[in-house]
């Protein structure tokens, strides 16, 4: 029964997710982009795991508001973590990141940044929950940020009470950002709905729509649609 309300639920907020893009079109200056990515990880042993990500940030279509009416390549990003497990599903996890802003241009934006992380599943029925805590120490062109984010996600399965190998399963997950500075904490929040299917040897492709709603490192808030696309290998 629960897993057949939150499979209504989610194709519920597809559908304002839908409503509230035309809305914004028509209200507000709003950008679109595309979010590519290639994960790959690695389980050494019961404890410790590695994980990396490779991926892109492509501006679909600017506005005047912002300054960009062109599409164009806005990001590279590459992404490494260690992951230690302490007991059940909690984890912690130590990680680096290497980003490039406006990789083409003739001096383009870099940034180092460090990453500590917290996470755990918990399970309500068939409903799985995923937790993530993570705190980001960012060195960038522009100057240092420190960032705290917050997540929660869950997958659920479309065929059945059990995903299995070959089979959908639907994504919802919401994340809000932080950036204590200068006495302000602007907030950010992203809200994602998708699809995804559980393939042969545990990897996954996810096919995600998100709506941000950003406010740090910009003159006004902005709304963006963006497009996330991943593949997930699993060794």
């Given amino acids: 029964m629960a897993t057949y309300f939150f499979k ?3 194709i519920l907020l597809f559908a304002i997710m839908g409503v509230s893009v035309f809305s914004l079109k028509a209200q507000t200056p709003v950008e679109f982009k595309a979010e590519p990515a290639l994960s790959l990880s690695w389980k050494i042993n019961d404890r410790w795991g590695l994980n990396g990500q490779v991926k892109m940030g492509q501006l679909l279509n600017g506005n005047t508001a912002s300054g960009f009416e062109k599409s164009f390549t806005e ?4 992404q490494a973590f260690a992951n230690y497990s302490l007991f059940g599903s909690r984890k912690i996890s130590l990680g680096y990141v290497a980003g490039m802003d406006d990789p083409f241009l003739e001096e383009p934006g870099y940034e180092h940044r460090i990453t500590e992380q ?3 599943v ?3 029925g068939q409903i799985r929950l995923a937790v993530r805590l993570r705190a980001e120490q960012r060195f960038r062109t522009s100057g240092f940020q420190q960032r705290y984010r917050a997540r929660i996600s869950t997958d659920i399965p ?3 009470e059990r995903l299995d190998e070959t089979e959908p399963y639907l994504i919802l997950q919401n994340e809000i950002l932080a950036s ?3 006495g302000e904490v602007p907030l950010d ?4 709905a998708g699809i995804g299917w ?3 040897g545990k990897q996954k492709f996810q096919v995600q729509l998100q709506h941000r709603f950003e406010k740090m490192n910009l003159p006004h808030r902005g709304h963006v649609i963006q497009i996330v696309t991943a593949y997930f290998f699993n060794f």
């Fill in 189 to 192: 929040n992203r809200l994602d």
């Fill in 158 to 160: 479309l065929r059945g």
């Fill in 122 to 124: 918990s399970t309500a």
């Fill in 118 to 120: 917290f996470s755990f």
């Fill in 180 to 182: 204590p500075a200068d």
């Fill in 198 to 200: 559980l393939l042969p």
């Fill in 75 to 78: 990001r590279f990003e590459l």
């Fill in 8 to 10: 209504r639920l989610i």
